[in-house]
């Protein structure tokens, strides 16, 4: 029979995978929307800046960004959701067995770490993410700009 600290670390395991699964399906999600995006801009530039045909192709490549910056930010928030349920798991065994210093232990590496890379530690990945598929989109619109001129 399962006792029940066998269960809570069934429970963060699962919480765990679908984490990182979130983070695989926009990893894998970004890299499509790159590829497009790439062959988007290579086709606007090869076409010439000023030709108005090119106009269907910066609006895909604006609404491109724009979903991939829309589905980023919901895998992150996907990510988030289970990060939260298996901490929970996580304090719940800490307090089972509070003489391993589980969150004492994960407290003290992330002061570390922190000290360590105080510049970087500011800076959300999920923002950056986003941040790239808006710059995708911002791309579509100066290439739709360009086009017109």
Do not use: C
């Not at 995978?17 to 606007?44: C, H, K, P, W, Y």
């Not at 045909?53 to 895998?75: E, R």
């Amino acid at each position: 029979m399962a006792t029940e600290h066998d269960i809570l670390l069934q429970f963060w395991q699962e919480q765990r995978d679908q984490a990182r699964q979130s983070e695989n399906q926009r990893a894998a999600m970004t890299n499509i929307v790159l590829v497009v995006a790439a062959a988007g801009i290579g086709f606007v530039v090869r076409q010439g800046l000023g030709d108005r045909s090119n106009l269907p192709v910066t609006a895909g490549l604006m609404l491109l960004g724009l979903y991939g910056a829309l589905a980023s930010a919901k895998y992150r928030e996907r990510f988030a959701m289970h990060m939260h349920e298996a901490k929970l798991m996580r304090r719940r065994l800490d307090a089972l067995y509070p003489a391993l210093g589980l969150e004492a232990d994960r407290q003290a590496a992330r002061d570390g770490h922190q000290r360590q890379h105080r510049l970087l530690y500011q800076v959300r990945l999920h923002q950056l993410w986003t941040s790239l598929h808006l710059g995708i989109a911002l791309m579509g619109a100066a290439l739709a700009v360009a086009s017109i001129v």
